[in-house]
C-alpha cells in the first residue's frame, strides 16, 4: 500500500501468457485500469526500493526474472526494467531488505529446494 492504494498483481488463466497489474484506491473504492505484464503464471512480490514501486515476477518462464518499475502515478506506464535468465528455476520470488539498503531474494528451485541470493539492485536499474 503507497499513498492509500494497493497495488496488485494477479495471474491470469493458463492459457494466457499475461498477469494483469492494477491498484485499489482505498479511499475512492476505485480500481485502477488493469495493465497486462507478460508472465508465466507464477507467483511475483513488491518492494519500495529507493522511493520507488518494483514488482518482481517470472515474465517467460521460471527459469527468468524480471523487474517492472511500477508508475504509482500511472499504472500504464509502468515499464519493465529487466529481465534476466536465471541459472535454474526462480519460482515464488519473495524480495526482503538485506544489508546496507540492499535486497535478498529467496526462491524456490524447481519446488524442491529454496535458495537465498543477495544483490544490488542499483546495479540493474
Not at 9 to 22: A, K
Not at 33 to 56: T, W
Not at 67 to 95: H, N, Q, R
Request: glycine letters at 4%; aromatic letters at 16%; a negative charge.
Amino acid at each position: 500500500v503507497i499513498e492509500n492504494k494497493c497495488y496488485y498483481f494477479v495471474r491470469q488463466q493458463d492459457t494466457t501468457n499475461y498477469g494483469f497489474l492494477t491498484a485499489y484506491d482505498l479511499e475512492k473504492g476505485t480500481w485502477d485500469k488493469p495493465v497486462l505484464i507478460e508472465d508465466c503464471q507464477s507467483r511475483s512480490d513488491f518492494i519500495v526500493y529507493d522511493g520507488a514501486l518494483y514488482m518482481f515476477h517470472a515474465p517467460i518462464d521460471r527459469e527468468h526474472i524480471g523487474i517492472v518499475k511500477i508508475d504509482t502515478e500511472d499504472i500504464a506506464k509502468s515499464e519493465v526494467v529487466l529481465v534476466a535468465k536465471m541459472a535454474s528455476s526462480c519460482f515464488y520470488p519473495f524480495i526482503q531488505y538485506f544489508e546496507n539498503g540492499e535486497l535478498a531474494m529467496s526462491y524456490t528451485v524447481a519446488r524442491r529446494h529454496i535458495r537465498l541470493a543477495e544483490f544490488t539492485l542499483s546495479k540493474y536499474l
